[in-house]
């Protein structure tokens, strides 16, 4: 696996919205490669790009009929099993308009283009964080400190439209997301994405193995 490189960053101006949302004594309880990696702040519009492997893509009957639903807003979430064991690339963009960060998963297939997954990190709503996958659809996350890095777990989903904006309510809810970023030192760090409901267990769980930038 092969380590990509960011561009023009502004390490002298630093990156507080991770560790703001957290508070120092947690932001400080994480190892320093998270610290790292949460804490640079990339000039406007340069990129950080992350190469890894999928390491374990799972879902059940109900995950997949979801996920392909998904498709017609974006498709937010993996969708294809056969990514297990395909190369998987994020990439990092710095929003100069809403102060937030662009994310690009990208996610290979057995065959076929690989599956793009768009979204977009805002500071800002009543979490102090909150991601948009387009066609006005959005959660509310919460951000927490793990022993080895960090989980985002959804609080509440939203429709917006301009000023317009309705908090879903629970029996519209597709389940809790929860991701979670662990360092596994090495340079490397896991990446997991879990959708629960509680009717139907575990919808989709994906695992994806990546390397830390060059610096």
């Known amino acids: ?58 879902m059940n009957l109900a ?12 498709g937010p979430l993996p969708f294809d099993r056969s990514s297990f064991n395909q190369p998987a690339v994020v990439t990092v963009t710095e929003d100069i308009a809403s102060d937030g960060q662009f994310w690009i998963r990208q996610y290979g297939r057995s065959s076929g283009f690989p599956q793009v997954i768009h979204s977009s990190k805002r500071f800002e709503g009543p979490t102090g964080i909150e991601e948009y996958i ?25 429709l917006q439209a301009g000023r317009w904006r309705l908090r879903l309510p629970s029996w519209l809810r597709p389940g809790a997301l929860t991701i979670t970023h662990r360092d596994l030192g090495k340079d490397r760090f896991l990446f997991t994405l879990s959708l629960k409901s509680r009717v139907f267990g575990e919808l989709v769980h994906q695992d994806a193995l990546f390397h830390d930038m060059e610096t």
Not at 63 to 74: E, F, Q, T, Y
Not at 138 to 151: E, H, I, P, Q, Y
């Open 63 to 74: 995950g997949s009929i979801l996920a392909h639903l998904a498709r017609l807003v974006g």
């Open 134 to 158: 387009g066609a006005g659809i959005g959660m509310a996350l919460r951000v927490n400190a793990l022993t080895d890095g960090l989980s985002f777990e959804s609080d509440h989903y939203f």
């Open 1 to 58: 696996m092969r380590n990509a490189s960011a561009t023009l960053e502004r390490p002298e101006a630093g990156d507080r919205r991770f560790r703001d949302l957290l508070g120092e004594a947690a932001w400080h309880g994480l190892p320093a490669a998270v610290r790292r990696r949460f804490g640079k702040r990339l000039s406007g519009g340069a990129s950080v790009v992350y190469q890894g492997l999928v390491v374990t893509m799972r």
